[in-house]
């Protein structure tokens, strides 16, 4: 659905679509990160997980500094774009929408490997301490 948002949205804001697909690439790169860099304990209550701190703290610190900048953006594109030109073109909303697709990426990864693991765990496959 993120992908046809985009690609609809590119007709009004250009590398939108391209934009998007990178986020989305970068995403699933650090939901694999985020899966191989949490803490996994098996304990005889259940396994637990710690996600890295550090990771999801530059996650959080990128989509923050990407909306304020869009903010920014789209406000100051809106006051200096000539009439007649899209001033939401000159936004920034192409960023913003890879800054998203980075976030869902992550989100979809770090999710079905979660799954993945509690499924494993409960099978008897994966009682090994972490």
């Known amino acids: 659905m993120l992908?046809?948002?985009?690609?609809?949205s590119n007709a009004w804001i250009p590398n939108t679509f391209l934009y998007t697909?990178?986020?989305?690439?970068?995403g699933l790169v650090l939901g694999f990160l985020g899966l191989a860099l949490s803490r996994?304990?098996?304990t005889p209550q259940g396994l637990h997980y710690t996600p890295n701190r550090w990771l999801i703290l530059?996650?959080?610190?990128v989509v923050t500094a990407r909306i304020l900048y869009g903010f920014w953006r789209a406000w100051h594109s809106f006051q200096t774009t000539p009439a007649g030109e899209s001033w939401l073109a000159d936004s920034g909303?192409?960023?913003?929408?890879?800054?998203g697709a980075a976030v869902l990426g992550y989100y979809v990864v770090y999710w079905a490997g979660l799954r993945r693991k509690v499924r494993r765990h409960r099978s008897g496959h994966d009682l090994r301490p972490a």
């Open 3 to 8: 992908l046809v948002t985009a690609g609809v």
């Open 40 to 42: 996994w304990e098996t």
């Open 21 to 26: 697909v990178i986020g989305l690439a970068c």
């Open 58 to 61: 530059l996650i959080t610190l």
């Open 93 to 99: 909303a192409a960023g913003s929408m890879g800054a």
